[in-house]
């Protein structure tokens, strides 16, 4: 909406005088305002009350927008995971490899395979991916900012709210000092320090792990909200949105959703019949468009062969998928290094991002011989046809190397990866199943402007590798051989993609062999195509999307900073669009 300023004036100083705050604030945050985390069986099975908001999705960026919206409206958050408070895999770093690799039916993370091959996971638990990734904070860069149409001031805003309760700086790890210094010897400068920015050059982040390696996450921020007006329910698999379309309206209206307990029982939640209450899908990349399939909103073709009834035929729904690839490299040294996971970052001018990780925990439950951030031990399986290849075999294959010396292993990895890529794939249903995973294509590297940066990138690696801080570190006198590392390199980078081990002549080949995710994967539900710049899905009401499946490129060198910070964002957003209409302002 529009304001002259003098209008803008009035309308925040009357937001000032309400009875909650849409600012940062003095006071101080605890965790003993969180609310009470309710099994979703413990939901009525008859309906008795309703919601000014029902958010769907406990994730990175629905646990700060539940938590802002709750500040003055009746909400409904539903997440289809489980608490992350209690669990070691989630909350220490030193864990932080069999959390990802944890293939339980109720663990935090939910593995799932592209038709590329490529190994990935998404969060099933409250707070989302910022219980299950490495913990980096990075703010979104100006440029972004302003091409997704954003507010720069509330943007500013939001971005302080989200790290002054969850974010403090890392005591930099010996391997993220090395890469930094590497980093400034090969050229990628100037050095920013320590800076939330993204600035080209090399800098240290920020991390949701604090000095004990306890992880802070987005569940976090739901401390922030009204626990009286904010209703959270585990393990509620939402199935679809319900939509009320009688004849005689414009468009098809949202008016609940139908969810799955923990047991099994079906339930059903609805929106009061305040013309304002909204259904909001934050469930990710991969679960707001499979949504909005399953509720009938998408390719009326695709739809009907899963006999979904069709509310809104829209071609683009889970169109324009794409994950910033990442290739490693291994980098033996002469005694294990201490854990850590990525706190350095080299920002260079070709949309290429250099960053580290290294040893292993020391937890008993710690997995004591992995192959670094990307691998969570599920083996190389170059050796198995590809199509005999599965998660089971890659297991098999893992324990293997549990007869294997640790030494084998000491060493970090130096990371690569893209930064926009040009290569984009889909999203499409298996099945009617929501806790089944869809088939993801993101055709890595099918554009050439992306494997050109690919290269770069390694390249950049190598002149990091012949640096004097790295020779220093070489468990070979003769420091570190290129080729070498490249070969023990397709080796550890673990995919289900044909390898050509001993041949890494061609970079280009390398690229291919052993791309690998660094769980950054967006699109899906495009804004222009899907929802509009507000967020609103296109073409029903009551229904909006906010989080990374709106975007056309992963924000920053790590999106959670920002995919947090959106969440407040739009709450903030929606809360005085609400009270401008009821000032009439």
């Known amino acids: 909406m529009a304001l002259s300023k003098r209008m ?19 006071q101080q ?12 069986s413990s939901f009525p099975v008859m309906r008795h009350e309703t919601y000014d908001y029902i958010v769907v999705g406990g994730g990175t960026a629905g646990c700060p927008l539940a938590a802002t919206l709750s500040l003055k409206y009746k909400v409904l958050l539903l997440e289809r995971g489980g608490s992350p408070y209690g669990n070691r895999n989630v909350s220490y770093m030193e864990n932080f490899h069999i959390g990802l690799s944890n293939m339980a039916p109720d663990s935090a993370s939910q593995a799932f395979i592209s038709t590329d091959g490529v190994i990935n996971a998404r969060a099933r638990v409250l707070g989302g991916g910022t219980c299950i990734n490495a913990g980096f904070y990075s703010r979104a860069s100006s440029n972004f900012i302003q ?78 909200g009204d626990p009286n007006n904010l209703r959270v329910l585990l393990h509620a698999s939402v199935n679809r949105i319900v939509f009320n ?21 079906l339930h ?131 324990n293997t190397k549990l007869n294997l010396p640790k030494e084998i292993f000491h060493g970090g990895f130096i990371l690569e990866k893209i930064d926009g890529p040009l290569s984009t794939g889909h999203l499409a249903l298996i099945d009617t199943d929501v806790k089944k995973n869809p088939a993801v294509t993101f055709n890595y590297f099918s554009h050439p402007q992306d494997l050109t940066r690919c290269v770069y990138g390694i390249k950049t690696i190598e002149r990091i590798l012949k640096t004097n801080r790295f020779s220093e570190l070489s468990a070979n006198t003769d420091g570190h051989s290129m080729e070498r590392v490249l070969n023990m ?18 970079l280009e080949q390398f690229c291919r062999d052993t791309v690998i995710t660094i769980w950054h994967y967006h699109g899906g539900c495009h804004v222009g195509k899907v929802v509009d710049q507000q967020h609103r899905v296109l073409g029903v009401s009551g229904v909006r999307v906010v989080d990374g499946s709106t975007f056309s490129r992963s924000p920053g060198t790590n999106p959670q900073a920002t995919v947090m910070m959106m969440g407040r964002y739009f709450g903030v957003m929606i809360l005085r669009g609400r009270l401008g209409r009821a000032a009439g302002v």
Request: proline share 6%.
């Open 268 to 398: 059903q939640a609805f929106l009061n019949s305040n013309c304002d209450s909204e259904i909001i899908v934050s469930a990710g990349a991969i679960g707001s468009p499979q949504l909005l399939l399953l509720s009938g909103i998408g390719p009326k073709n695709d739809l009907r062969s899963h006999k979904i009834p069709v509310v809104l035929h829209n071609k683009y729904v889970g169109k324009g998928m794409a994950d910033n690839p990442m290739n490693s490299i291994f980098i033996p040294t002469k005694s294990p290094p201490r854990q850590s996971l990525i706190e350095t970052v080299g920002i260079t001018e070709a949309g290429v991002f250099i960053e580290a990780s290294s040893g292993f925990g020391q937890s008993p439950e710690s997995i004591h011989c992995h192959h670094g951030i990307m691998s969570a031990e599920i083996g190389q399986l170059s050796t198995i046809p590809p199509k005999e290849r599965s998660l089971e075999k890659a297991q098999k294959y893992a």
């Open 147 to 224: 091409e997704v149409g954003w507010d720069e001031d509330l943007v500013n805003e939001s971005f302080p709210w989200v790290e002054d309760k969850i974010v403090q700086w890392p005591k930099i790890a010996p391997w993220q000092a090395a890469l930094r210094d590497g980093l400034l010897q090969a050229g990628v400068s100037p050095f920013n320090g320590y800076t939330y920015d993204h600035v080209s050059g090399t800098k240290v982040g920020g991390t949701i792990f604090d000095e004990t390696g306890y992880r802070h996450t987005a569940a976090d921020l739901l401390a922030a």
């Open 245 to 265: 379309s009688q004849r005689g309206q414009l468009k098809p209206r949202a008016t609940g959703v139908q969810f799955t307990d923990e047991n099994g029982g």
């Open 29 to 40: 945050f605890s965790l003993r305002n969180l609310p009470t985390l309710q099994k979703a």
């Open 8 to 26: 803008l004036f009035i309308f925040q100083a009357m937001v000032c005088l309400c009875s909650f705050s849409l600012s940062q604030g003095n």
């Open 489 to 506: 390199s397709v080796q550890a980078n673990v995919n289900l993609i044909p390898k050509h081990t001993n041949d890494t002549e061609s």
